[in-house]
């Protein structure tokens, strides 16, 4: 999929505000609604982007935490995501095999998800940061 600069600015204020109307980028990239519309539907379509969300200001927390697996590098990332405990998971390189994030309402729920991951099979040790405020 080829890309202008319509486009990247279109998907930089989706993700600075996914719930922002099609008329109001449009006013801003200079394009009508409906040509807004279709190039999002080019990038859902195209999987440019995979799912529109929000973030909120109150009430969550969130946690980076380093994983290092026992054996197998893949095994271990698909059980941490199979279980469905982190809102995001990346293969990384370096130190550590892994990098998850963890959100969650409270410390509380951000610390069982990180005793679910310590119990899986498949992780050998983890090292927490947790998150004080988002600038």
Do not use: P
């Amino acid at each position: 999929m080829i890309f202008d600069e319509k486009d990247s600015i279109i998907l930089k204020m989706l993700k600075q505000n996914s719930r922002i109307g099609n008329s109001e980028i449009a006013r801003k990239v200079g394009l009508t609604e409906g040509a807004v519309r279709n190039r999002i539907e080019r990038f859902v379509k195209n999987d440019i982007i995979s799912k529109f969300t929000i973030e909120t200001t109150t009430g969550s927390s969130f946690a980076v935490v380093m994983v290092n697996a026992k054996g197998d590098t893949k095994k271990m990332m698909n059980e941490i995501t199979n279980n469905k405990i982190a809102k995001d998971a990346y293969e990384i390189s370096g130190e550590y095999d892994g990098c998850i994030i963890l959100e969650g309402n409270t410390l509380d729920e951000i610390d069982k998800k990180i005793d679910q991951i310590r119990k899986l099979r498949n992780v050998a040790d983890t090292r927490t940061f947790l998150s004080f405020r988002k600038w």
